[in-house]
């Protein structure tokens, strides 16, 4: 399904949904990707990428660590 069929089938379904708890969960993200990210963790993620970049071999790849945990358990 391409990207304006996916819109075409969920501006229908909105249309007609009545579940009040749904529509709100909908409006608080849609609030929430309009606000973007904020400058406290536009500040973190530079701060991490610039540590990654400066030594990228000191960073662990997530599946070791997954793998290492699972044996640990």
Do not use: C
């Not at 391409?2 to 849609?30: G, N």
């Not at 540590?51 to 599946?63: A, C, E, H, R």
């Amino acid at each position: 399904m391409d990207i304006q069929s996916i819109k075409v089938d969920l501006i229908h379904w909105l249309t007609e949904l009545q579940d009040r708890t749904i529509l709100e969960q909908l409006q608080a993200f849609k609030n929430r990707q309009e606000e973007g990210i904020s400058d406290a963790h536009k500040a973190l993620l530079d701060e991490r990428i610039a540590f990654y970049q400066k030594d990228p071999d000191s960073v662990l790849d997530l599946d070791d660590v997954m793998k290492d945990l699972e044996k640990e358990l």
